[in-house]
């Protein structure tokens, strides 16, 4: 019988020491010691050496437990920043966060469209140099660029596979292209997996032992976080959420996506003849999906209608996943959920507590995003922070792209 | 932000040690410190322990690598036993493995029908007994019990909860009961978890980084292992594949195991008129599904489609389970499969050849169990004889039921 392979998640001290004077800070070296376990002489070196790279500073002296108070160490949040771009057809996001992961800037910028790709990525770095000289932050400050696309992806490599919404970017080596163009470490990601990471990061799902982050952009994807860290898969590409097997209304088999993402939404509205009474302008289906979704908020009871019809199907696929992964914590992020977010919610959240299989267990506590729109950058952002500065396996198994 | 939370899957030295002699044994001492990073020194005093406690024995000497041939350690297989017992309204069925892993006995009784849980824990207390001293085995060598059962369950309290299937052990606590009848530490949990580490533990899972066992007995469920090791989310009660949200044939939203497990394929039968000319007894479904899959494999064309019809619809429940957790690698097992397992292999197999979302990626290897009526018992042996010697966190986040 072969032994069970142990799956160790594992760090350099100086990272894990940086981690937690981030996560505790200001916070003593004795402190410090303790709650890793190195001896004292150990932490006085690594902390000399944060010190030295200036990515932590000394803030004064802290309550005295019996001695001499101790000095407290805190991060200098203005030492570092990161950058996370959020890659979409529909629109790019960038966002600039600090070491203690303050967003200190965000643009959003049109999208990819049919942009060729080598033109794309020379937009991308300039519009990322343009977003950093606006913020007056030196280039040589910045510890790398997380870029987060719609799966499937190829992390290692930093490829965009076969998106079906992004078909010119086929196999494009956009990590490479782009390391080289703006001459700083880049690394690419799922957008759905960085969501998930950028809502952890937000705090807010410290009670969640099983997490999805339901990702809606122009496509449907989620990114699941065990005990706050990343569940993988085979290849980086776990969570494919609009890749449920779903039977469409012709009676034949097709994706949760096909049936009720954005574009969906917008085929069915012109189908049952809305389309120009509701104003869709017919030439960007992500614009149309805003226009009948504000519509709905606005009380239109055609538009309610066909954003609720798409709130059910996806919360069919939300009960499937969470009887999969036994969830306890769900979240809605991406562009899709800004203007609609709260019907989602409300019929994800409706279908789980009528429907959950363990519901006799545990509840899952169902949550919008803070900020929908931004959490994929936000967590592309992050994702490169910790990759540069606290280099660990961030996944269950495969660790995430490095350059 | 908050600091990842890293997850350790640690154990006790005597526990890595033992584990260790049983994967690699014939091994030396110094091979032993070499693999766990523990000193020469504190290995011979765990050694000796192991000794002691008859667990290991010395057995001979190996090759010299210099100096003198090292003193060789195996495991001593007879010197411990643990029994699994697969729980269902079918059948019941009795694995003995002796601290090697082999299966060194084997016997199925009738299932719990409708029997009281009172007089059924018992019977199964009974039963063990017998079964032991058919094996010439004496209760003191026996370390414990694994009891797996179909989901939900509470491996922590150790009960069976609302299974659509044994009603009447709703919050039953088997565990408690059964450790009291017979005296012997007793292990509760998910049968298709079970046979997803029975198939591990044969050893064919090794090229696996993402793995699931489909499990289908009278349900449907499945066990997930990443690098070997259960996911078993928020409540243990992670991998439910039979509650997959499906559109039934009446377009109504429904789960995949009512419409495609044993009961469903019986209940189409009838509904179609074949009940009569394949000869359903009808008085229990698990009999009558196999009466139609024998029918199937003589080549009676209509009992074919009735399982086709069903391996096609889990075919696209297992595409869904794929793309979620991006799988590599899945097995079929459970006394379902025992006769039309290779039609429900090949339709799986094809379904993931033609629509597995990251295909380009990966392919995802489809194989029956070695086993397929046993793997769940084989498991659920295996994890008592786990958790009793070699204590470790065996899931990813929650811990399995202990005593």
């Given at each position: ?89 529909e ?123 339901i990702?809606m952009g122009t496509?449907i ?25 779903v039977?469409g209304r ?6 949760l996506e096909e049936v009720a993402d954005p574009g969906a939404v917008v085929r069915r509205a012109h189908e049952l003849g809305h389309a120009d009474r509701l104003k869709l302008a017919g030439?960007d289906e992500f614009e149309d999906f805003r226009t009948i979704a504000m519509a709905a908020v606005r009380g239109d009871d055609e538009a309610a209608a066909l954003i609720e019809e798409s709130a059910e199907l996806l919360a069919n696929g939300v009960l ?10 769900v979240?809605l992020a991406g562009p899709a959920f800004t203007v609609a977010g709260p019907t989602y919610a409300r019929a994800i959240a409706h279908r789980l507590d009528t ?11 169902v949550r919008l995003s803070?900020?929908a729109s ?30």
């Amino acid at each position: 019988m072969p032994r069970q392979r142990a799956t160790l998640v594992g760090g350099t001290s100086k990272g894990v020491v940086l981690d937690l004077i981030r996560a505790q800070g200001p916070i003593s070296r004795v402190a410090l010691s303790e709650a890793t376990g190195l001896t004292q002489a150990t932490m006085s070196t690594v902390v000399r050496q944060l010190l030295d790279d200036g990515l932590v500073v000394e803030t004064g002296r802290g309550e005295s437990t019996g001695g001499k108070p101790p000095v407290m160490l805190d991060v200098n949040p203005s030492s570092r920043f990161a950058v996370g771009v959020q890659f979409g057809i529909e629109s790019l996001t960038y966002v600039v966060i600090n070491l203690a992961g303050d967003i200190v800037g965000r643009t959003r910028t049109g999208g990819s469209g049919r942009a060729a790709p080598r033109a794309m990525v020379d937009r991308i770095a300039s519009e990322i140099e343009q977003t950093l000289a606006g913020l007056g932050i030196d280039k040589s400050s910045v510890v790398g660029v997380g870029v987060v696309a719609p799966g499937p992806i190829d992390p290692q490599r930093g490829l965009i596979l076969h998106s079906p919404h992004l078909a010119a970017w086929r196999d494009v080596p956009v990590r490479e292209m782009l390391a080289e163009a703006i001459d700083l470490p880049v690394l690419l990601d799922n957008d759905a997996t960085a969501a998930a990471l950028g809502d952890f990061w937000s705090g807010r799902l410290d009670d969640a032992v099983a997490h999805a982050t339901i990702y809606m952009g122009t496509g449907i994807g989620s990114g699941v976080l065990i005990d706050g860290i990343v569940f993988r898969g085979a290849s980086s590409n776990a969570g494919e959420l609009g890749q449920i097997v779903v039977t469409g209304r012709d009676g034949t088999w097709t994706t949760l996506e096909e049936v009720a993402d954005p574009g969906a939404v917008v085929r069915r509205a012109h189908e049952l003849g809305h389309a120009d009474r509701l104003k869709l302008a017919g030439h960007d289906e992500f614009e149309d999906f805003r226009t009948i979704a504000m519509a709905a908020v606005r009380g239109d009871d055609e538009a309610a209608a066909l954003i609720e019809e798409s709130a059910e199907l996806l919360a069919n696929g939300v009960l499937t996943m969470a009887n999969l992964f036994d969830l306890d914590s769900v979240s809605l992020a991406g562009p899709a959920f800004t203007v609609a977010g709260p019907t989602y919610a409300r019929a994800i959240a409706h279908r789980l507590d009528t429907d959950f299989f363990v519901r006799s267990q545990h509840s899952v506590r169902v949550r919008l995003s803070t900020d929908a729109s931004d959490a994929a950058a936000v967590g592309g952002a992050a994702l490169v922070m910790q990759t540069e500065l606290s280099p660990r396996v961030m996944g269950l198994n495969t660790p995430s792209g490095v350059h």
